[in-house]
């Protein structure tokens, strides 16, 4: 059984950082797209970063656009996702997710595969 397991998140000032993990199991890792997406309350999910199974290629958000970072290790199976400059409209639930193949794709329903998610709260 794919379990995607999110790590990292919690309260900070805005300002701040925060650095999210996903761990993957039961995945050809090398073999999935990953990518990060968040939702706030009484919003509708959105996509934040990408990265492709190879890591070369990357995509991003206007939103965080220079001040978040994906990155991947596909020895240890994790997605990253470093947070800087964060601002209080960065709060949300941030879910990792996967989709088979190299392509990164800003649309959810085309991720096979979710976490549970991780709480990320910015205080003004």
């Known amino acids: 059984q794919v379990l995607l397991l999110e790590s990292g998140g919690g309260l900070v000032q805005a300002g701040g950082s925060l650095r999210l993990s996903c761990a993957a199991s039961e995945l050809p890792f090398s073999s999935y797209a990953m990518a990060w997406f968040r939702q706030a309350p009484g919003k509708e999910r959105e996509f934040v970063a990408g990265i492709s199974g190879s890591g070369d290629g990357t995509y991003y958000a206007d939103s965080v656009n220079d001040r978040f970072t994906i990155s991947r290790d596909n020895r240890k199976n994790t997605v990253y996702l470093q947070m800087n400059s964060l601002k209080p409209d960065d709060t949300g639930v941030y879910y990792c997710?996967?989709?088979?193949?190299?392509?990164?794709?800003?649309?959810?329903?085309?991720?096979?595969?979710w976490g549970q998610g991780t709480q990320v709260t910015v205080s003004s």
């Open positions: 997710a996967a989709r088979f193949g190299d392509m990164i794709v800003t649309t959810s329903k085309t991720y096979r595969y």
